[in-house]
């Protein structure tokens, strides 16, 4: 697993990445809280003594990542790892993803971000559960190489199970988080902006600062600067024999950023996967940005996953957040 990207891009005063180099698997029915192993770059942050949470010591606007490496843990089985965030106990809304692995694909990769106001002593976690006994998240061990003086040495970073990463926003930054609790399936050939129901606003947990309220599935910024953009879908087939894939892209001002383009492929055997696309865009006050999908057929979206057991928050289809870092 490749660490954050993120770090680094915050000069902030609060900030921690841990990780995991254990393979894990969720208590089934009710999931567990993912156990960290080693801890990175930390400033303001404490670990949990049983070491499944963060403990804020500075309030504040958090940009939160944590990357899981799910995996069937046994050959010729199937399913899928749900996972989402737990502030102090409790399940967060609007932050749980799904990702599927099978005998073709037992190793991928799903990554879930969010923005959450954090108070002094509140102690964030990771969760997960898993559809099968056998499905969970994996270390591998770096392959070793012999040298010619007989030893072994590395060539190559482990493939770390989890990571976390946390970082504070500048009080007086430019930043949103809007998501949708809707399937939707974007327009033939032309695609369709992804749409956010105004109504759910208060449910989906949505942030805005300094941008005006999503409308139409467009944001219009308020404060020039650099923009980190991070957009999830869960990308999924509507129809049980369908397969196929989904495109998602940006658009400033109602034309296409050249390079923002990304795919994610969906069939009979992986219904649903996770679709993270992240960009860094200069944007001006008044310009417009939207997130625009489009499908290789009528049977693929993006879907909303309801009514799950044991507390799970429900999946939504899209989630995106923009903070402004220069």
């Known amino acids: 697993m490749i660490s954050s990207i993120f770090f680094g891009l915050f000069a902030e005063d609060a900030y921690i990445q841990l990780s995991g180099e254990i393979t894990q698997i969720p208590t089934p029915l009710t999931g567990s809280l993912i156990l960290s192993s080693s801890k990175g770059p930390v400033l303001n942050f404490d670990v949990t003594p049983n070491k499944d949470g963060i403990v804020c010591q500075v309030p504040g606007t958090y940009l939160v990542f944590a990357a899981l490496q799910p995996a069937t843990l046994s050959r010729g089985i199937s399913g899928y790892l749900d996972t989402w965030f737990v502030l102090n106990g409790t399940a967060i809304s609007s932050s749980n993803d799904r990702q599927y692995v099978d005998e073709n694909s037992r190793l991928t990769l799903i990554t879930n971000g969010t923005l959450i106001e954090l108070k002094k002593d509140d102690v964030l976690s990771t969760a997960f559960l898993s559809s099968r006994p056998n499905i969970g998240i994996k270390f591998i061990q770096s392959p070793l190489t012999s040298t010619p003086n007989g030893l072994d040495k590395p060539i190559q970073p482990s493939v770390t199970s989890y990571i976390l990463s946390a970082y504070k926003i500048g009080e007086e930054g430019a930043y949103a988080q809007f998501a949708s609790n809707k ?101 001006d006050k008044g310009d417009q940005l939207g997130i625009k999908i489009a499908a290789s057929g009528p049977d693929i979206g993006i879907i909303c996953i309801q009514n799950l057991p044991y507390n799970e928050p429900e999946i939504l289809s899209f989630g995106a957040s923009l903070v402004k870092i220069n």
């Open 183 to 283: 399937t939707q399936t974007p327009l033939p050939n032309t695609g369709s902006f992804i749409t956010v129901e105004s109504s759910a606003t208060p449910i989906l947990g949505n942030i805005i600062s300094n941008f005006s309220p999503p409308a139409n599935g467009i944001v219009t910024c308020q404060v020039s600067g650099v923009y980190l953009v991070s957009t999830g879908l869960q990308v999924s087939v509507l129809n049980d024999k369908a397969s196929g894939y989904l495109d998602c892209w940006y658009e400033l001002n109602s034309k296409p950023i050249p390079s923002s383009n990304s795919r994610e492929y969906v069939n009979q055997d992986s219904k649903t996967s996770l679709l993270v696309n992240t960009f860094l865009i200069k944007l």
